[in-house]
Nanobody, 122 residues
Framework: QLVESGGGLVQPGGSLRLACTAS????????VAWFRQAPGKEREGVSC????????QYADSVKGRFTISRDNAKNTVYLQMNSLKPEDTAVYYC?????????????????WGQGTQVTVSS
């Protein structure tokens, strides 16, 4: 089971750190990704981190503002979100896969969390 936390309401320009924690299995050897879905829009891949932390990817819309990382001791993957914009408002999901690479397409991930709401508004 994957559980996301850390969402909330933040003003434009603010920061949030999302966490994705696994229970019952280890994330340490999985590819883990963050997706988001805003009302009326398709689910969008935001960032992923491969089995080696060097192989991370970001959507163009978040490059330079978001950072993905993992803490193997805590079995957790984080998404640090800085300089948040109203267009970042969405439900954020984490997903994992025992596959390879670092895809930002949802069909590649069989395991999903329930999501956490992020709202960026003044």
């Amino acid at each position: 089971q994957l559980v996301e936390s850390g969402g909330g309401l933040v003003q434009p320009g603010g920061s949030l750190r999302l966490a994705c924690t696994a229970s019952g299995f280890t994330l340490n050897y999985d590819v883990v990704a963050w997706f988001r879905q805003a009302p009326g829009k398709e689910r969008e891949g935001v960032s992923c981190i491969a089995r080696t932390e060097a192989a991370a990817q970001y959507a163009d819309s978040v490059k330079g503002r978001f950072t993905i990382s993992r803490d193997n001791a805590k079995n957790t993957v984080y998404l640090q979100m800085n300089s948040l914009k109203p267009e970042d408002t969405a439900v954020y999901y984490c997903a994992s896969s025992a596959g390879w690479g670092c895809p930002l397409t949802s069909p590649e991930y069989p395991y999903w969390g329930q999501g956490t709401q992020v709202t960026v508004s003044s």
